[in-house]
């Protein structure tokens, strides 16, 4: 080919060329994932004191309610001279914590997995198990269904006036049911599962293991920035006891210095929006894996026996719906709407006689539903 053919060859491919990417429609953008219309989040905030104003008289118990969207907090409307330093019991929020703590603890190979039974999680304990407690399963405990009796108020009681073991009280009084097949919704179990963390802790850790809150502490508190000292971290026979209210953090223990696994955590809002976003981000805060993601999804998707329960983590009824919480007694709430980007926090003061329920905030998850079109 001689140099005036190629010439014109080079021209005939470039004009083909210019031709075709006039001819093509344009690319489209990167997918960037579900578009949400934008919110107003001053006028959100002014609804959400109408809301409460407007609801029950239990919601003026309300005491901060905080709104992240996209790791970035929103809303942070506190009320009655409450403020983003000041700790609440969260009540049964602490279950849904310490089944973090459990996913943790299974990767970094402290638990074996979720269907060991009880009577190798608790070695020290096997003589209080009676009929089928033995197999009963730390997944039995974590769904709700391993049938274990509800007062902690007689369990603390025989505890402390009989110097028997409280989680031996506890293991004494399950039901005569086949575990795994009724949902039961249990302090007890929950209480169970701490213990079996606790003595995980103690198989590993020689002569000076680590305590549940040392471990939550080096894996999860400190990680996420949760302030965790001073801490109030003795015997709660009482969730009204003043040293308890007027503490910091804190997180109560059994009489014999086991973490309760079902209430007794003391947060701030801006520490239950972490946990929030723990979650939303699949496990990941700055850059590191806190919880794996596999267990984030496991601890949240619906168990066999109550689609609206995971691992100690409520989830929505509605299927189509994404959405999960952490929820605990009066009104202290973790909602995670992964598919919105937002995770929602209600904490409530339960020191009068007139709690918030779950149906109390429903004002709330309708202005909240309406606002990001769930």
């Not at 959400?48 to 929103?74: F, H, W, Y």
């Not at 409520?314 to 605990?328: E, H, I, K, T």
Request: proline share 7%; aromatic share 8%.
């Amino acid at each position: 080919m001689n140099v005036r053919c190629s010439h014109r060859f080079l021209i005939s491919v470039l004009l083909l060329v210019a031709f075709v990417g006039c001819s093509l429609p344009p690319r489209p953008p990167p997918d960037s994932g579900p578009r949400r219309p934008p919110i107003d989040y001053a006028a959100l905030e002014a609804e959400i004191e109408k809301a409460i104003s407007a609801g029950p008289p239990s919601l003026e118990n309300v005491r901060a309610v905080l709104v992240s969207v996209d790791g970035e907090t929103k809303i942070a409307h506190y009320r009655h001279s409450f403020s983003e330093s000041d700790h609440a019991h969260v009540f049964s929020v602490t279950k849904s914590v310490l089944s973090i703590l459990i996913g943790i603890a299974i990767a970094d190979g402290l638990i074996a997995d979720l269907d060991q039974p009880l009577s190798k999680l608790l070695p020290k304990h096997r003589r209080a198990m009676r009929g089928e407690t033995k197999s009963v399963t730390l997944r039995h405990l974590m769904t709700m269904s391993a049938g274990f009796l509800d007062d902690p108020t007689y369990a603390w009681t025989r505890s402390i006036e009989h110097g028997i073991n409280f989680v031996d009280v506890l293991l004494e009084r399950r039901q005569e049911i086949e575990p795994g097949k009724v949902f039961i919704y249990s302090n007890a179990d929950a209480h169970v599962a701490s213990a079996v963390l606790a003595a995980a802790l103690e198989r590993v850790g020689g002569d000076h293991p680590r305590t549940v809150l040392d471990y939550a502490r080096e894996r999860l508190f400190d990680p996420l920035g949760i302030q965790t000292r001073p801490s109030f971290s003795q015997p709660l026979p009482d969730w009204f006891a003043p040293e308890f209210v007027s503490a910091g953090f804190g997180w109560g223990t059994d009489p014999d210095g086991v973490p309760f696994g079902a209430y007794g955590l003391r947060l701030t809002a801006p520490d239950m929006v972490k946990i929030g976003e723990l979650y939303r981000r699949d496990g990941v805060w700055n850059g590191k894996q806190i919880v794996a993601t596999d267990w984030v999804h496991q601890s949240t998707a619906p168990s066999t026996l109550n689609t609206e329960y995971g691992l100690f983590w409520w989830r929505s009824a509605n299927p189509d719906l994404v959405l999960y919480r952490a929820v605990g007694n009066g009104g202290q709430r973790i909602s995670v709407l992964p598919n919105s980007g937002a995770v929602i926090v209600y904490l409530s003061d339960v020191r009068t006689n007139q709690h918030v329920s779950d149906r109390d905030v429903t004002p709330l998850d309708s202005l909240f539903a309406e606002a990001f079109r769930i």
